[in-house]
């Protein structure tokens, strides 16, 4: 069985801190996104990164894929009360066998106070 | 009107009982996935369709079955729930070209007691 090892699991900060998230895997991906989920609906996505390195920005936040394809990161810069949330990293492995899956971390559950 | 839509949104359920949720899609996507989100375990695969005629089980399949009645539709039953299929259950949609990102519906909070 494949794992993404998805870090904290819990973030509690004021109003205007940095944060960061961290995804984690033993093995390669094909392609990662991050994902937002609100209380009462499903999670939306926010961004999908393929390439090695690969860095994009949506606004305050920016991701970040691995070099080796193997982990990603999302980092908030001065964080609002309107990110708060659970975050999701998911990710399709590279190889057969996962063609067309989605494997998906633990989540992060943000809590960003006024 | 939302793309993929759960119905129904709530539903509490006695052990034994049989249970579908249903779930319908406007985007036109081929794929449809069903997941069961527990608290901190993520979102979990039960099953997914590639098409009408392609049926595959995911990683937590056992005690519910589904059914792609259309492009557009597909449902999961359990078939006698349990206790500890308590859950947030999701369907998501994707298209084949586009590396795999998904739509999810609002999901159904099932409680069975």
């Known amino acids: 069985t494949q794992l993404l090892e998805q870090s904290p699991q819990f973030l509690s900060i004021q109003e205007g801190e940095n944060l960061t998230v961290y995804c984690n895997s033993s093995?390669?991906?094909?392609?990662l996104q991050w994902y937002r989920q609100e209380p009462g609906e499903g999670p939306v996505l926010l961004v999908t990164?393929?390439?090695?390195?690969e860095v994009k920005k949506l606004k305050r936040l920016t991701f970040q894929f691995g070099d080796a394809r193997k982990d990603s990161s999302l980092h908030i810069t001065a964080a609002q009360p309107g990110d708060t949330g659970l975050y999701l990293c998911?990710?399709?492995?590279?190889?057969?066998?996962?063609?067309?899956?989605?494997?998906f971390g633990q989540g992060t559950i943000l809590t960003v106070h006024p | 009107d939302a793309d993929v839509t759960q119905t129904p949104r709530n539903r509490i359920t006695k052990t034994g009982k049989r249970i579908m949720l249903e779930c319908s899609q406007t985007k036109g996507h081929d794929r449809m996935y069903w997941y069961r989100q527990d608290p901190g375990l993520g979102l979990r695969l039960i099953y997914y369709?590639?098409?009408?005629?392609?049926?595959n089980k995911g990683e937590i399949s056992d005690g519910y079955s589904v059914s792609r009645q259309a492009q557009a539709k597909f449902s999961l039953s359990l078939e006698s729930a349990i206790p500890n299929q308590t859950a947030l259950y999701f369907c998501?949609?994707?298209?084949?070209?586009?590396?795999?990102?998904?739509?999810f519906g609002p999901g159904t909070r099932l409680t069975v007691l």
């Open positions: 093995s390669v991906f094909s392609s």
């Open positions: 998501a949609t994707s298209g084949a070209w586009d590396w795999n990102e998904q739509f």
């Open positions: 990164v393929v390439t090695g390195g």
């Open positions: 369709s590639f098409d009408v005629k392609d049926i």
């Open positions: 998911a990710g399709v492995y590279a190889g057969g066998t996962s063609y067309g899956k989605l494997t």
